[in-house]
């Protein structure tokens, strides 16, 4: 088998655009909750979110992800300085998480319940609405000729799609892969059906600190935007061509709750057999890891489900084991979220720190682990668990060594 590197990353986010910037402001603790500005919210529960603002360097039409998709792919690139895919037999391919269609489809029912095409537009609008666009614009911009690999696991998607190309790397099936994930579900259909469910914070008039995890008053989360795309190469590939590495994906777990749609299987069931099988392909002892970067969505179940989860695996030493939020600060990015919150951990760790949980205020007795609470943490050692949890009870976890 073949050890596998991250030698690029490349992020979109409610925190920045550039991995200096994003790093920064999450070592800083600063919120990214805010008034919602890209649609009149004032008819629903909440109101609040962690938009993108500014120039994301590609151009933002119809379907906000696949904009944000293609420009950090673009970033990825850049940092990686890879320069155009091997056209071998076991060359590049694309493997992303992406949220879904039915979030940017009001302009859509315009276009389609006209009798004619409207003034400006054309049949294009119509087949850009796959759940594959933003990866059929990402392979044709960077000449990758591979299959390509789409994730649809709600929350896991992109943890899902980073596991997935690890193992083609690892197997020696790519050279390389560009992994990740996209989303924007910041629309009136999207908040809409997340507020129809009770998912999401209605801390309107306090939006930095909305998102809390591991909080005794936490109500929900906060939606976020983005998406985050990797570089993943074959390590003995990276070290010839002199690249940088910034960590190296060592195992990837995943399994399904078979429990319900909106919550977790009570007892972490679904979540802990995907740490165990994430450590178990990785080679490591769960004695190991003395870092997880957690799904903490700061809903009321999630969060002391995952706790527990995290005590079975750990056992009397999970107390010893911090534990972070990256949703805290940028909120939950949906199918983007893993991805996101995998270079959140990577970015910080290369500077040698954990970055904060913020909003921790009230310890919860049911979620009784070392979270991180509001300021940051140096990094012990480089090994460290990230989980994905999605709606449905997917469920996914890598294990990544970066150094520290």
């Keep these: 088998m073949r050890r596998v590197a991250v030698t690029g990353m490349g992020i979109v986010s409610p925190l920045g655009t550039s991995l200096g910037e994003y790093r920064d402001r999450l070592l800083a603790?600063?919120?990214?909750?805010?008034?919602?500005?890209?649609?009149?919210?004032?008819?629903?529960?909440?109101?609040?979110?962690?938009?993108?603002?500014?120039?994301?360097?590609?151009?933002v039409e119809r379907d906000r992800k696949v904009?944000?998709?293609?420009?950090?792919?673009?970033?990825?690139?850049?940092?990686?300085?890879?320069?155009?895919?091997?056209?071998?037999?076991?060359?590049?391919?694309?493997?992303?998480?992406?949220?879904?269609?039915?979030?940017?489809?009001?302009?859509?029912?315009?276009?389609?319940?006209?009798?004619?095409?409207?003034?400006?537009?054309?049949?294009?609008?119509?087949?850009?609405?796959?759940?594959?666009?933003?990866?059929?614009?990402?392979?044709?911009?960077?000449?990758l000729r591979e299959p390509p690999m789409l994730h649809v696991s709600a929350c896991a998607a992109s943890t899902d799609a980073i596991g997935a190309a690890f193992r083609q790397v690892r197997s020696g099936r790519r050279r390389w892969m560009l992994a990740g994930g996209a989303d924007s579900m910041i629309n009136p259909l999207g908040v809409a059906g997340f507020c129809k469910i009770d998912a999401m914070t209605t801390r309107n008039g306090d939006p930095s600190r909305?998102?809390?995890?591991?909080?005794?008053?936490?109500?929900?989360?906060?939606?976020?935007?983005?998406?985050?795309?990797?570089?993943?190469?074959?390590?003995?590939?990276?070290?010839?061509?002199?690249?940088?590495?910034?960590?190296?994906?060592?195992?990837?777990?995943?399994s399904l709750d078979a429990h319900g749609i909106s919550e977790p299987h009570p007892e972490g069931e679904g979540a802990l057999l995907a740490m165990r099988r994430a450590l178990d392909s990785a080679g490591v002892g769960a004695g190991e890891v003395t870092h997880v970067n957690a799904h903490g969505t700061s809903t009321p179940k999630n969060d002391p489900?995952?706790?527990?989860?995290?005590?079975?695996?750990?056992?009397?030493?999970?107390?010893?084991?911090?534990?972070?939020?990256?949703?805290?600060?940028?909120?939950?990015?949906?199918?983007?979220?893993?991805?996101?919150?995998?270079?959140?951990?990577?970015?910080?760790?290369?500077?040698?720190?954990?970055?904060?949980?913020?909003?921790?205020?009230?310890?919860?007795?049911?979620?009784?682990?070392?979270?991180?609470?509001?300021?940051?943490?140096?990094?012990r050692s480089p090994l460290a668990l990230k989980n994905s949890f999605g709606f449905g009870g997917q469920n996914a976890s890598i294990v990544v060594r970066a150094p520290c």
């Excluded at 792919?73 to 300085?81: C, G, P």
């Excluded at 795309?229 to 061509?241: G, Q």
């Design 29 to 59: 603790g600063e919120p990214a909750g805010a008034p919602i500005t890209l649609f009149d919210p004032a008819a629903l529960s909440t109101r609040i979110a962690a938009e993108v603002r500014g120039d994301v360097g590609e151009r």
């Design 67 to 143: 904009a944000f998709g293609v420009a950090a792919a673009r970033l990825a690139m850049a940092d990686a300085q890879i320069q155009g895919a091997p056209l071998t037999p076991n060359g590049a391919g694309v493997s992303m998480g992406m949220g879904l269609e039915l979030f940017c489809m009001d302009d859509m029912v315009e276009f389609m319940g006209a009798e004619r095409i409207p003034a400006g537009r054309d049949a294009s609008t119509f087949l850009q609405t796959p759940s594959d666009t933003c990866i059929h614009r990402i392979a044709r911009e960077h000449g």
């Design 210 to 254: 909305a998102s809390r995890p591991f909080d005794r008053d936490r109500d929900g989360f906060l939606l976020g935007e983005g998406a985050a795309v990797l570089v993943l190469e074959d390590l003995d590939d990276a070290l010839a061509r002199g690249a940088r590495i910034h960590a190296e994906i060592l195992g990837y777990g995943s």
């Design 305 to 379: 489900v995952e706790t527990l989860a995290l005590r079975r695996l750990f056992g009397e030493r999970a107390g010893e084991v911090t534990v972070n939020a990256t949703k805290s600060m940028i909120g939950h990015l949906v199918s983007a979220s893993g991805a996101a919150e995998l270079v959140a951990h990577m970015a910080c760790a290369g500077a040698g720190w954990i970055h904060p949980t913020i909003n921790l205020e009230n310890p919860d007795p049911a979620c009784d682990l070392d979270y991180v609470p509001r300021v940051p943490r140096r990094m």
